[in-house]
């Protein structure tokens, strides 16, 4: 069975009738009594030529998209405190990205990070990985200073019946696996 794609820049591509490698499906070049209808040569440069425009554009948002997997990846393993082996030794000390280096030097710094361009992962799951593998923000988020104890109490009071909230809508484990993975019996999941 096939699932539809949640993410939203694929949504709108697919929308937009953008399939892979950035074809446009059932786009036509050329128009009836365009003298190009009649010239099939071309009809397939002008069909070559647009492709290629789209393919150029489409290439420097695939090359953003793969830059933010990748130092999202490289992140659980550079921050971790694995040294049990050469390889956990050497992503330790392996250098990184600058785009990753500048992440990780302005949440420790701060506390803050920062969503670029439509990122696949959000703001939350790059604190949940850094404060998981260890990185702890050295101050806080400057907003924590406007606010009375008073305000501060409540809104993380908010924050806190939000996520209860949340959490309590979500299917068990078991029942997502069963249904975003096809296991027949929901218990084996």
Request: charged share 30%; aromatic share 6%; net charge negative.
């Amino acid at each position: 069975m096939q699932r539809s794609c949640e993410c939203p820049r694929r949504n709108r591509l697919d929308q937009e009738g953008v399939g892979a490698g950035g074809a446009r499906r059932g786009f036509v070049l050329g128009t009836a009594g365009d003298p190009d209808d009649r010239d099939p040569a071309a009809r397939r440069r002008q069909r070559a030529d647009a492709l290629d425009r789209l393919d150029a554009a489409d290439a420097g948002q695939q090359r953003q998209d793969i830059e933010q997997i990748r130092d999202f990846v490289i992140l659980h393993y550079k921050a971790t405190d694995r040294r049990d082996s050469a390889f956990w030794r050497h992503v330790a000390s392996m250098p990184v990205p600058d785009s990753l280096a500048q992440k990780i030097e302005l949440f420790r710094e701060t506390g803050r990070t920062f969503r670029k361009n439509d990122e696949l992962f959000a703001e939350n799951s790059w604190v949940q990985v850094m404060m998981g593998q260890g990185i702890d923000p050295r101050s806080w988020h400057p907003i924590a200073e406007k606010l009375s104890d008073e305000e501060l109490a409540r809104l993380m009071t908010t924050l806190r019946e939000d996520v209860t909230r949340t959490v309590s809508t979500l299917p068990a484990h078991h029942a997502y696996v069963a249904q975003y993975c096809g296991a027949a019996d929901p218990l084996a999941a």
